[in-house]
């Protein structure tokens, strides 16, 4: 058998050594719990007998880290103590998981008959491990309890030995080193006070916590640490000799520099040599630290709940939108013919533009719908965002009004974002546009940017931040504000504060879509009567601007013979791009499905200069069908088109490098501008 034996007292150690040796046992040591741990670990440990008294980590600790281990707990467990020696602290010990509890000095038969006795326990499967273990705050209730009482008794044999022994100078100077290193080693603040509430001693851990050295605390009431001192000493008041000892888990205590922190405070009666009362020990235990983690663990539940119900409307919005775009598209291609046919003097001629019209909103819906689902196609570029800024400027005024002053302050030396240019005016139109509204009369808008850097550290007290490098662009106003309840609805579609037909509440929902597709994330600050500001950190990019390319658009141009084939599940959009195409002077061919291709080409070699395909199909999507086609005709280069695609073609809505897309609904003259400028490439 093998035996592990824990004692920080080196004579201790060696005399049960040599015994159990001497015995046929196979012995190993360690000077405290700490050590023996770690021993345990490389297994084949059959008992072990430990000290209670030691530094690190004692015999008490040892016991209930062992007996919560799974791996651990089946190895029977001997107190072997020369300073708890009471029945409290032997039922303690039994409590939390002891085999057994011996005294020393103990005869050597005893201590060996008492190891024998164990080990046969322990091969018949009684060991003490599968008893309930006790929960944590009982634990320490009875913990603190043994310490308490045997601080009490400690003091006390200290004094009758002084009194009585002036030769045991040097021995109590030794004990009261040990007492002091363990009345300092403990987490936990104790203070000690007597019957008039002045403090009389405390421990370092009292001193790290509160920031008073001892010289300096000692003498003071103890309601100097307490933030309600009534409250403090109607909880001492309450404490009677029937209860010996109470507890208050939510108490609030002051720092010397005036922090105020929440905490748990355990206080006991102090005896004096007669048992008497001689005033109070009390254990506090700093809770900052566990009110902060409930107060995070609240708030992610609150953020994940509202994350949960943005992502279901998010996708009820996304799927609206697609089928409403497929109907549009239908509208506004069939509008735009039946405009060229018709007399701009006919009656039927303004009844049609103003369907255009209509379907130009509509459209407008569905693309902020998109953008809130995050579902939008977009082809984002590096971007400097003050020049982005700047460029919306012009527009931004106009549509604000007169009354109201628009305020740009850039920070010099921004990073650069990577974003779709169009997705900047979109965001500050959307904002600018409610900042307006926001305010009555006369006012100020203020646009900013700047760059912001969070760790985990400040993310951990921020919720809702992620770390990283980011630049800011905040948008504010001194107009009417927002309470809470506003403030948590504001970025849902179709919430508004405004009256009917002055909105559609679409603006922020739309903003938030935009910012959660480039990685970003938003925050409002906002109070009744003192404004709102809004800020949106988009993630920093590492490669540098690019300058603008966007081009003037040109007359409607016409095709020249080319081959197009359509590939569309839906009928009549089918139909109007067949039609459109071929007004524009292009070869078509159309199919509703991949089957009716193959039918195509088994009929003839066909040599398609181009593919106009829906992305999202029920035989195969539209990318693999341009994959397929390719192998046939190598030349042939592709145009997809969709209300929106998770497909592979774009990966949360950003287009793969080099794919041609347009979006529906889309005009007569869209469609013939990209076809013909992917063919002319």
Request: glycine share 6%.
């Amino acid at each position: 058998m093998k035996i592990l034996n824990i004692d920080d007292n080196d004579e201790n150690r060696y005399l049960v050594e040599t015994l159990l040796k001497k015995s046929g046992y196979e012995v190993v040591s360690a000077m405290n719990g700490a050590e023996g741990l770690d021993l345990l670990q490389s297994g084949g440990i059959d008992l072990i007998i430990s000290d209670i008294l030691m530094p690190v980590m004692d015999g008490f600790q040892l016991c209930r880290t062992i007996k919560a281990d799974d791996r651990l707990k089946s190895i029977p467990f001997i107190i072997y103590t020369a300073t708890y020696t009471g029945p409290q602290d032997e039922a303690f010990a039994m409590k939390i998981g002891a085999d057994r509890f011996l005294q020393k000095p103990c005869e050597p038969e005893l201590f060996l008959q008492g190891v024998q006795d164990v080990l046969t326990a322990a091969g018949k499967g009684n060991v003490a491990s599968c008893t309930e273990p006790i929960p944590e705050e009982e634990a320490l209730k009875l913990y603190s309890e043994r310490l308490v009482r045997k601080l009490e008794d400690k003091m006390q044999q200290l004094e009758n030995e002084v009194l009585a022994r002036q030769q045991t100078e040097e021995t109590l100077r030794r004990s009261e080193k040990k007492y002091k290193s363990l009345y300092n080693s403990i987490r936990d603040a104790i203070l000690v006070v007597d019957m008039e509430r002045s403090i009389i001693d405390c421990n370092q851990a009292f001193v790290d916590l509160f920031g008073y050295s001892q010289s300096e605390i000692i003498g003071k009431n103890a309601s100097v640490v307490c933030e309600n001192i009534k409250v403090f000493s109607t909880f001492l008041d309450s404490i009677t000799e029937e209860i010996e000892s109470i507890n208050h888990p939510s108490a609030h205590f002051v720092k010397k520099n005036g922090t105020i922190f929440p905490g748990e405070i355990n206080v006991f009666f102090l005896k004096d040599e007669d048992r008497g009362t001689a005033g109070f020990v009390g254990l506090i235990r700093d809770m900052t630290e566990r009110v902060r983690a409930e107060r995070t663990q609240k708030n992610l539940e609150s953020q994940l709940y509202q994350a949960q119900k943005m992502e279901s409307i998010a996708r009820l919005a996304g799927g609206v939108a697609h089928d409403f775009n497929n109907m549009l598209s239908v509208i506004v291609g069939y509008t735009e013919l039946t405009l060229k046919m018709i007399n701009p003097t006919d009656k039927a001629y303004e009844n049609l533009l103003e369907i255009q019209d209509a379907v130009v909103r509509s459209s407008n819906i569905t693309r902020q719908l998109l953008a809130f689902a995050r579902k939008q196609i977009i082809a984002p570029v590096p971007l400097d965002l003050n020049l982005a800024v700047e460029g919306t400027l012009k527009m931004l005024r106009r549509l604000i009004g007169e009354d109201i002053d628009l305020a740009w302050l850039p920070e010099t030396n921004l990073w650069p974002v990577k974003m779709d240019p169009s997705q900047v005016d979109q965001i500050l139109a959307n904002l600018c546009v409610n900042a307006r509204d926001a305010i009555d009369g006369v006012g100020r808008i203020t646009i900013e940017t700047d760059t912001a850097i969070f760790d985990a550290a400040y993310c951990a007290d921020h919720p809702g931040f992620i770390p990283g490098d980011y630049v800011l662009l905040a948008v504010s106003d001194n107009g009417c504000g927002m309470d809470k309840e506003t403030r948590d609805k504001i970025f849902e579609p179709f919430f508004t504060t405004k009256t009917i037909g002055k909105g559609t509440g679409l603006g922020l929902s739309t903003v938030y879509g935009i910012v959660k597709q480039n990685n970003g994330f938003i925050n409002v600050y906002s109070e009744p009567g003192k404004g709102t500001t809004i800020k949106i950190f988009l993630s920093r990019h590492s490669e540098q601007p690019l300058e603008d390319t966007r081009k003037i658009p040109e007359s409607i141009p016409s095709g020249h013979g080319e081959t197009v084939l359509i590939v569309e599940d839906e009928p009549s959009i089918l139909k109007l791009a067949e039609r459109i195409l071929k007004e524009l002077g292009y070869s078509v061919l159309t199919a509703e499905s991949p089957s009716q291709i193959k039918q195509l080409f088994a009929e003839a070699p066909i040599q398609i200069d181009l593919l106009f395909t829906d992305v999202v199909m029920p035989e195969m999507n539209g990318k693999d069908l341009s994959r397929q086609l390719q192998e046939t005709c190598p030349d042939m280069k592709t145009l997809f088109m969709s209300g929106y695609t998770a497909d592979g073609i774009a990966h949360h809505g950003i287009l793969d490098e080099g794919v041609n897309f347009i979006a529906k609904p889309f005009s007569v003259s869209d469609l013939a501008k990209k076809v013909h400028e992917i063919l002319s490439e």
